[in-house]
T-cell receptor
């Protein structure tokens, strides 16, 4: 079974600064997807960024980028130019690329609570 | 609005009772996934349905059951409720299994058992 670990329960960052959230995972599969989800106080789960394991290039979405280290099974999220609206819980998640049963559930880490200081 | 509708948004009930949570997937999506988010366990996968059939089970208690109807909406039934069942229950939907881009969450149902 796959596991996802987020070792930082809480982090804080000054507005306009850069912060990196860490995530490690364990899997025996070679092809899979990794995600970062944001959960603001509204509790909606919002997809921030996605990475396909077969792609060596790190994914980027505007101010959000990842550092994907497949051999180390590490998947960190970097938020640049942090904004007050970035304050939220951030969850790292894993999904298999192929499932014979057609099930593609996500395995989540415990989350990191990010605070943004004005 | 993500297109995935969950009702009710909030539910307060007593121990031992039974409740039903409802999820309407995004238009065109065939799969429905149920997740439980609790303080101590984090986000855990419960069960998945695809076009009316159960596809996978995760950490779902025997007191819990689910089904997906012909119109593709899904219901999660929780019975003999305990204090520890208090959690946020999410539904997510996707199209054809494996379509990564169409995995979308609803806004959740907050269940409080008193």
């Amino acid at each position: 079974a796959q596991t996802v670990t987020q070792s930082q329960p809480e982090m804080s960052v000054q507005e306009a600064e850069t912060v990196t959230l860490s995530c490690t995972y364990d899997t025996s599969e070679s092809d899979y997807y990794l995600f970062w989800y944001k959960q603001p106080p509204s509790r909606q789960m919002i997809l921030v960024i996605r990475q396909e394991a077969y792609k060596q290039q790190n994914a980027t979405e505007n101010r959000f980028s990842v550092n994907f280290q497949k051999a180390a099974k590490s998947f960190s999220l970097k938020i640049s130019d942090s904004q007050l609206g970035d304050a939220a819980m951030y969850f790292c998640a894993y999904r298999s690329s192929y499932s014979g049963a057609g099930s593609y559930q996500l395995t989540f880490g415990k989350g990191t609570k990010l605070s943004v200081i004005p | 609005d993500s297109g995935v509708t969950q009702t009710p948004k909030h539910l307060i009930t007593a121990t031992g009772q039974r409740v039903t949570l409802r999820c309407s997937p995004r238009s065109g999506d065939l799969s429905v996934y149920w997740y439980q988010q609790s303080l101590d366990q984090g986000l855990q996968f419960l069960i998945q349905y695809y076009n009316g059939e159960e596809r996978a089970k995760g950490n779902i208690l025997e007191r819990f059951s689910a089904q997906q109807f012909p119109d593709l909406h899904s219901e999660l039934n929780l019975s003999s409720l305990e204090l520890g069942d208090s959690a946020l229950y999410f539904c997510a939907s996707s199209g054809v299994p494996g379509q990564v881009d169409r995995y979308t969450f609803g806004s959740g149902t907050r269940l409080t058992v008193v």
